[in-house]
């Protein structure tokens, strides 16, 4: 499994970046997408995942930092999935990554990094003023 993340770039405060991550090779619509930042000098932080909850459906979960400003999204006919990025602030500068598991999780596990099994190689946020 491939994780390919693209869309970050430099953007003034209170703009938005939409960051896109495509999966590719041996895939599963019924586990975890999510998004991880790294910003300097920082441990990697949870920002936000989309978790199967059986069936068709599927529940977002956001970190305490974004909630509001950021919006997940996944279309699992393209393997891809989405980071929409609304009012942003120069706190949101990071590396972004994103990572997958083939089955979901539980919601607990969500939020830590060593819980998901493929990562992307990273897009560079920057935002200022």
């Known amino acids: 499994v491939q994780l390919q993340a693209s869309g970050g770039g430099l953007v003034k405060t209170g703009g938005s970046l939409r960051l896109s991550c495509v999966v590719s090779g041996r895939t599963s619509s019924r586990g975890v997408l999510a998004w991880f930042r790294q910003g300097p000098g920082k441990d990697r932080e949870f920002v936000a995942a989309s978790n199967w909850g059986g069936g068709s459906t599927f529940r977002e979960f956001y970190g305490d930092s974004v909630k509001g400003r950021f919006t997940i999204s996944r279309d699992n006919d393209k393997n891809t999935a989405h980071l929409q990025m609304n009012s942003l602030k120069e706190e949101d500068t990071a590396v972004y990554y994103c990572?997958?598991?083939?089955?979901?999780?539980?919601?607990?596990?969500?939020?830590?990094?060593?819980?998901?099994?493929?990562w992307g190689q990273g897009t560079q946020v920057t935002v200022s003023s």
């Open positions: 990572a997958a598991t083939p089955n979901r999780m539980n919601v607990g596990s969500l939020y830590y990094s060593n819980r998901y099994d493929y």
